[in-house]
Each structure stands twice: as C-alpha cells, then as structure tokens.
Nanobody
Framework: EVQLVESGGGLVQAGGPLRLSCVASGFTFDDYAIGWFRQAPGKEREAVSWIHDSDGRTIYTHSARGRFAISRDKAKNIVYLQMNSLKPEDTAVYYC??????????????????WGQGTQVTVSS
C-alpha cells in the first residue's frame, strides 16, 4: 500500500521559511514523480512544484519559482519543499502526491492517484 506522509507545516510570519517533508513508502514504481499541491479554503487545489525521481528534474509554478525549492533524498524516499519568503497568500493545506506523471501534465492533480493527508501552512501578516 502506497503511503505518503507530510510534515513540517505550521504558523510562520510573513517573510519567514518553512520546510515541508513528504515521506513515501509502499510503492513499487520504477518511474514516478512527486508533486506538491496546495488548497486554500474555498479555492481549488493548485500545483506548486514537481520533482521526477529518476533524474531530479524540477518544475515550479510562477508563484513558487525563486522562493520555493523542491529536493529529494532518494535513499530515504523523502521529498522536501523548502519555502522561503512566505506570504499570507501561501496559506493553505499542502499535499504531496505521487504517480507516474510526466512533466507535460505535472500540474493536473486529477492524474495523481496517491496523496498524503496534508499539512497546514499558515502565514501571518
């Protein structure tokens, strides 16, 4: 059974950093990617960033580029999302998702079958 567990969320002041972690287990894919998504109250789930396991290719949305950094520890099956210069509009529940999703469709959340439970990020102004 595939399991994804996020951690690292919390309350932070605007301008501060947070690092989210996503621990993946129970999967047997040889070719997969992990995406970070977020969902604010009353809004649709949106993509934040993506990393492919095989070669470490990364993608960011416009709002994340330059402030967030996604990385992975292949040996431990952990993907990190380092978030810097946080803004109140970054407040949301952050989810990691895993599947064999290629970079051309990375931001389509409906293509991911496996999701974590989410971790709340709240940025105060």
């Amino acid at each position: 059974e595939v399991q994804l567990v996020e951690s690292g969320g919390g309350l932070v002041q605007a301008g501060g950093p947070l690092r989210l972690s996503c621990v993946a287990s129970g999967f047997t894919f040889d070719d997969y990617a992990i995406g970070w998504f977020r969902q604010a109250p009353g809004k649709e789930r949106e993509a934040v960033s993506w990393i492919h396991d095989s070669d470490g290719r990364t993608i960011y949305t416009h709002s994340a580029r330059g402030r967030f950094a996604i990385s992975r520890d292949k040996a431990k099956n952990i993907v990190y999302l380092q978030m810097n210069s946080l803004k109140p509009e970054d407040t949301a529940v952050y989810y990691c998702a895993l599947d064999n999703v290629h970079d051309s469709s990375w931001d389509r959340y409906e293509l991911y079958d496996y999701w974590g439970q989410g971790t709340q990020v709240t940025v105060s102004s």
